[in-house]
């Protein structure tokens, strides 16, 4: 399976391969193109969705986990995306893995990213496979938090800019 995103013309409304058995995905998609294997779904909102968008997946789920990452929320954003971070690398070991959000950019952009990052020569390389895909980087509170990640900086201060989601 490739770890490159696809980039064809309509790739950003699918599912996209971050790395092997881990895609990441949006829930206004209409169909996710996934592989028909068991597939647990981390579901990164702030609420779950309607059942109708996990019929989208066209595979077999195995359960939908809601991990509610509203990083600019959080106390310590760094290591509660550490924790989700291990937590899909963890299911990913077996069996197929897609994590989203509503619009698939910031939350799972930054969790894409981090999870790249475990897999790339430094975050110059997971940045340059993530723009592969097509599409913008997420916000730049996320993209804060996410260097703090790369380079092990703890969480110290919390910033006072608000996010739309």
Known sequence: MPTEPRTEAGATDRA????????????????????????????????????????????PLSGVLHRLFTYWESADPVTLLDRLVQEISDCATREQTVVHCTLGLDRTGVVALALLLRDASGLDDALRRYQARGVRLPREDAMDVLTRYAHGEPWTARKEAGHAH
């Not at 949006?26 to 592989?35: F, G, Q």
């Not at 702030?46 to 066209?58: C, E, H, S």
């Open 16 to 59: 996209w391969p971050v790395l092997p058995q881990v895609y990441a995905a949006n829930c206004r998609t209409a169909e996710w193109a996934l592989p028909d294997r068991p597939t647990t779904v981390f579901c990164l909102s702030r609420t779950l969705p309607g059942p109708d968008v996990y019929d989208r997946a066209r595979a």
